[in-house]
């Protein structure tokens, strides 16, 4: 571990993805940074490992290149269900599947090779106006940036944690030794539940499966994607299963006088959109030039505008989670018209606009009724 100092410009208490890309957005414009996490790394997360094209472009701004050698590519989405499936490739360019450990330790190249100050195995006990409480020393800071996860003690230290709305599912992920059949990403529905399969390497792949039932495990689950379960029986696992939550939760404000959040901690959108990596790319980007301003309100309006259309997405794709028929009738209706599936994937990584949008979710509710 670096030493602890006696001050910094940027506290940023969580040393995850979240925590790292704020503290390089931070550094890239001349702040003095400090993180600290009680882990050591390489820290993992039980997460579908795929980053969208929006991600991929808004972890460029960060120096990040994520679609190099340590990647694995693939050209766009794949709805299942049952005997229907439907596919788009992305309007531009390519997503990119790949293990979060290997991601984490991309990220921490990029801080410190930017003169991040990395505090690992580090406790951090508390918070005071001008000061965080590390290993019982107080570091006096300008700025202290919650990026402590979805149940974020500085959320609740800051007095941050009044909510719009939170619901809540939850996710399992088990890697497997087996070539990737695709060069989608694919999102398979079943009742209740939906399973992501994303290539992550040559001879590897990532199921993920997310549900409102927390007991609810892979192997039990399989049997209802037979194409799934097909390819996967004779495939060796290659980690073992990890479970995690994936929260909806939009929270009141995201920032006080001299504290911000980000990532899980700032809210979250449910991880059937996965877009959870590019939030917080864009959120670190605008918590920066909030820092170098000088005003936090500039995040908090940004904040707000960054996680719209994620929002939105998930609140579609949650409606076809919990209605079936509804589910059924839109892919019949993306089967018979494939450029509504498009349209949908365009806007879904933000290139198409919302009165566009707005044509075509006209169209598809008109197909739907003739499907």
């Not at 001050?7 to 957005?25: D, H, M, R, S, Y």
């Not at 690992?120 to 290993?135: D, F, M, P, Y």
Request: hydrophobic fraction near 45%; charged fraction near 25%.
């Amino acid at each position: 571990m670096n030493q602890v100092p006696s001050a910094t410009e940027v506290f940023v208490i969580g040393g995850g993805p979240a925590g790292l890309a704020a503290a390089i957005a931070a550094r890239q414009r001349g702040l003095d940074v400090t993180v600290a996490d009680s882990r050591i790394p390489p820290i993992d997360k039980a997460c579908g490992e795929g980053i969208m094209p929006d991600g991929l472009a808004a972890a460029r701004r960060l120096g990040l290149e994520l679609s190099g050698t340590s990647a694995f590519p693939f050209r766009g989405i794949r709805f299942c269900d049952g005997t229907i499936g439907v596919e788009s490739d992305f309007p531009n360019g390519y997503g990119a599947g790949m293990r979060r450990t290997v991601l984490h330790e991309i990220m921490i190249r990029r801080a410190t090779d930017l003169g991040v100050n990395l505090l690992w195995n580090a406790r951090v006990s508390g918070i005071s106006e001008r000061a965080v409480h590390v290993n019982d020393a107080p570091v006096r800071t300008r700025w202290i940036v919650g990026a402590d996860g979805g149940n974020s003690p500085v959320r609740r230290w800051a007095g941050l944690d009044s909510c719009v709305r939170e619901s809540r599912r939850f996710g399992f992920r088990r890697h497997y030794a087996v070539a990737p059949w695709s060069d989608y990403m694919e999102l398979h529905w079943g009742r209740g539940m939906q399973l992501y399969i994303t290539p992550v390497a040559s001879q590897e792949i990532c199921a993920v499966l997310i549900s409102r039932n927390q007991r609810l495990r892979l192997d039990e689950a399989l049997p209802q994607f037979p194409e799934v379960a097909r390819r996967l029986a004779n495939a060796c696992p290659g980690t073992l299963e990890r479970g995690g939550i994936s929260a909806s939760r939009r929270l009141r404000r995201v920032a006080t006088e001299n504290i911000a959040l980000v990532g899980d901690a700032s809210g979250s959108v449910d991880a059937i959109t996965g877009e959870g990596l590019c939030l917080l790319f864009e959120q670190s980007v605008a918590l920066a030039d909030a820092l170098t301003a000088g005003d936090l309100r500039l995040y908090e309006r940004a904040h707000r505008r960054i996680g719209k259309r994620p929002e939105l997405m998930a609140n579609l794709m949650l409606l076809l989670d919990r209605r079936n028929l509804l589910r059924e009738r839109a892919f019949r209706a993306f089967g018979a018209k494939p450029q509504l599936f498009e349209r949908m994937l365009a806007m879904h990584v933000g290139e198409m606009n919302a009165a566009q949008f707005l044509t075509n979710g006209v169209a598809l509710g008109w197909h739907m009724l003739t499907a």
